[in-house]
C-alpha cells in the first residue's frame, strides 16, 4: 500500500462525527454475525447472499462518508496549504481502489 501523507487528519473528527462511524461499523458488524449464524443454520444460500450485498452497501456508504469528511476538511485544508496535488493523487489512489 502507498505510503500516507499523514499520520493524523488536519481536523480531528468530532465526537459526534466518530460515534456516528463507529455506531454504523457496529450494525455492520452485528450483519456479520447474522450471516455467521446464517451459515451455521445452513440457510438458504440466496439469503445469506442477499444480506451480504446489504453489508457491501453499508460499508461503501461509511465509506462515502469518510470520503466527504476528508474532502472537506483535510483535502481542503492540504489545498489551502498549497499541498493539493499530493493529496488528491493520494484521494484518487485510495478512491481507485475503494471502486474494486
Same mark, same amino acid.
Given at each position: 500500500? !502507498?505510503? /500516507?501523507?499523514? !499520520?493524523?487528519?488536519?481536523?480531528?473528527? $468530532?465526537k !459526534?462525527?466518530?460515534?456516528?462511524?463507529?455506531?454504523?461499523?457496529?450494525?455492520?458488524?452485528?450483519?456479520?454475525?447474522?450471516?455467521?449464524?446464517?451459515?451455521?443454520? !445452513?440457510r438458504?444460500?440466496?439469503?445469506?447472499?442477499?444480506?451480504?450485498?446489504?453489508i457491501?452497501?453499508?460499508?461503501? +456508504?461509511?465509506? /462515502? =462518508?469518510?470520503?466527504?469528511?476528508?474532502m +472537506?476538511?483535510c483535502? =481542503?485544508?492540504?489545498?489551502?496549504?498549497?499541498?493539493?496535488?499530493?493529496?488528491?493523487?493520494?484521494?484518487? +489512489?485510495?478512491l481507485?481502489? /475503494? $471502486?474494486?
Open positions: 500500500m !502507498d505510503k /500516507f501523507l499523514h !499520520d493524523k487528519p488536519s481536523h480531528p473528527r $468530532s !459526534d462525527e466518530k460515534q456516528a462511524v463507529i455506531n454504523r461499523l457496529k450494525r455492520i458488524e452485528g450483519q456479520v454475525r447474522g450471516i455467521q449464524k446464517m451459515v451455521e443454520e !445452513d438458504y444460500c440466496v439469503d445469506i447472499l442477499v444480506q451480504i450485498s446489504a457491501q452497501a453499508a460499508l461503501k +456508504n461509511v465509506g /462515502f =462518508t469518510v470520503t466527504e469528511r476528508h +472537506n476538511h483535502v =481542503t485544508h492540504a489545498i489551502e496549504q498549497g499541498e493539493g496535488k499530493d493529496m488528491i493523487t493520494e484521494l484518487m +489512489n485510495v481507485k481502489q /475503494f $471502486s474494486k
